[in-house]
């Protein structure tokens, strides 16, 4: 099948998972995009992660056309995807959510259902400047110890020790210790994470100060040429102002 138009037409259920809502709405509704094959009685689940608005946006489309909506944004990174152990976050009408449980299988581990359309977004944004919080945080506390003449080793053996323990801080300290940036996560994709969460802080009316800050730390990157590279190099854009490498 050579395009989105021939997938929707042969199957009874279709899925996406872009990078960002321009791809989303050009694999939707572009000239030979799902709609154009699209018809009463399908199932659509989309993995990307984009705003609450835009999926919302997708489910009322569907509704027009007879098509179930679910939207499923997903956290495991490369590995997940590879092992099918994913985590997805729904949101989603009872019944589609049920529907959509054979496919949600087929590449996750476990699908919590977080409300009607737009939730499994939100949460998914939260989730992204969490993280991306919980890296920088283990970032410039090892970079400062370094500067400051103490192994760095020993911030992620004490934290790792201690009740504020993460596996996330395995995976990307022990990355970022190996020099490591192997692309699981871009800096690209975090920061259009980080943008849109705080669009909806803003919509809100939500003051997300510690968020803005980390942003800005992956705009410094971009600005250096690391968008490309994964989430862990951030740290090299720190490295670069402090004149010292871990």
Same mark, same amino acid.
Do not use: W
């Given at each position: 099948?050579?395009?989105?138009?021939?997938?929707?037409?042969?199957?009874?259920?279709?899925?996406?998972?872009?990078?960002?809502?321009?791809?989303?709405?050009?694999?939707?509704?572009?000239?030979?995009g799902l709609?154009?094959?699209?018809?009463?009685?399908?199932?659509?689940?989309?993995?990307?992660?984009?705003?609450?608005?835009?999926?919302?946006?997708?489910?009322?489309?569907?509704?027009?056309?007879?098509?179930?909506?679910?939207?499923?944004?997903?956290?495991?990174?490369?590995?997940?995807?590879?092992?099918?152990?994913?985590? *997805? #976050?729904?949101?989603?009408?009872? %019944? =589609?959510?049920? $529907?959509?449980?054979?496919?949600?299988? +087929?590449?996750?581990?476990? &699908?919590?259902?977080?409300?009607?359309?737009?939730?499994?977004?939100?949460?998914?944004?939260?989730?992204?400047?969490?993280?991306a919080m919980?890296?920088?945080?283990?970032?410039?506390?090892?970079?400062?110890?370094?500067?400051?003449?103490?192994?760095?080793?020993?911030?992620?053996?004490?934290?790792?020790?201690?009740?504020?323990?993460?596996?996330?801080?395995?995976?990307?300290?022990?990355?970022?210790?190996?020099?490591?940036?192997?692309?699981?996560?871009?800096?690209?994709?975090?920061?259009?994470? *980080? #943008?849109?969460f705080l669009?909806? %802080? =803003?919509?809100? $009316?939500?003051?997300?100060?510690?968020? +803005?800050?980390?942003?800005? &730390?992956?705009?410094?990157?971009?600005?250096?040429?690391?968008?490309?590279?994964?989430?862990?190099?951030?740290?090299?854009?720190?490295?670069?102002?402090?004149?010292?490498?871990?």
């Open positions: 099948m050579a395009t989105p138009r021939e997938v929707a037409a042969g199957t009874d259920a279709f899925c996406t998972c872009v990078a960002d809502p321009a791809a989303l709405r050009e694999v939707v509704h572009g000239q030979d709609f154009a094959g699209a018809r009463a009685g399908q199932l659509f689940i989309d993995f990307s992660t984009v705003s609450p608005e835009l999926m919302r946006e997708l489910e009322g489309a569907c509704a027009a056309k007879g098509i179930d909506f679910v939207e499923a944004p997903v956290t495991g990174s490369k590995n997940g995807a590879e092992k099918g152990t994913l985590l *997805l #976050m729904a949101g989603a009408k009872p %019944a =589609a959510f049920e $529907r959509a449980q054979p496919v949600f299988a +087929a590449v996750g581990e476990k &699908a919590i259902l977080c409300g009607e359309v737009g939730a499994g977004s939100q949460v998914k944004l939260a989730g992204n400047a969490l993280i919980m890296l920088q945080g283990l970032c410039e506390g090892m970079l400062l110890a370094k500067k400051a003449g103490t192994d760095p080793r020993k911030v992620l053996e004490v934290v790792q020790a201690s009740g504020f323990r993460s596996p996330y801080f395995d995976f990307k300290g022990g990355a970022v210790l190996r020099r490591d940036f192997e692309t699981h996560f871009s800096i690209d994709l975090m920061f259009k994470d *980080l #943008m849109l669009d909806s %802080a =803003a919509k809100h $009316r939500v003051p997300t100060p510690a968020v +803005a800050a980390v942003k800005e &730390a992956y705009q410094l990157a971009r600005a250096a040429g690391k968008g490309g590279q994964d989430i862990t190099a951030v740290i090299t854009a720190l490295e670069d102002l402090a004149g010292e490498r871990i």
